[in-house]
């Protein structure tokens, strides 16, 4: 895969390509189309080389990846941008939220701590895309 990064982000050039106006974009060369949001981008760099088993070794295990994604988006991600934000500087400090989130952050690894407590990967005997993300 040949990839192209501009060195500026041109936000014109963003809210034309996405339908949303947001990033992160995968333009496919040759007008192959434009993918948007960062699991999806992920899942399709996965899916090029299925030989990989990023995607898992059959329909099951892509399943049970997809659940690991969509987990980490809606269940570490937000709460994990919550809490570390303010303390990037990004937003502004809210101990109520930065507690809540700190607390969510600290069960969602729990969590994942304890699925992997007796295997080294959440899919398969190898690793995948739910590895990654």
């Given amino acids: 895969i040949d990839v192209d990064v501009p060195e ?9 390509k996405s339908p949303t ?4 974009l ?8 434009v993918i948007f949001e960062s699991y ?6 996965a899916k090029i080389r299925g030989d990989t088993g ?3 070794k059959n329909l099951m295990e892509g399943a049970i990846i ?31 939220a930065y507690e809540m989130a700190k607390a969510d952050v600290t069960r969602a690894l729990t969590t994942l701590n ?12 190898q690793i995948t895309l739910a590895d990654i993300t």
């Fill in 26 to 33: 995968l333009e496919l060369p040759n007008g192959g189309g």
């Fill in 66 to 96: 997809d659940s690991w994604l969509d987990w980490c988006a809606n269940t570490l991600e937000i709460p994990t941008c919550i809490w570390w934000y303010p303390v990037a500087g990004y937003t502004s400090f809210q101990l109520s």
């Fill in 54 to 56: 990023l995607m898992g």
């Fill in 114 to 125: 304890h699925c992997l407590k007796n295997k080294i990967y959440l899919v398969g005997d």
């Fill in 21 to 24: 106006g947001k990033g992160p």
């Fill in 8 to 16: 500026t982000l041109d936000a014109a050039y963003i809210l034309e």
């Fill in 40 to 45: 999806t981008i992920a899942r399709y760099i």
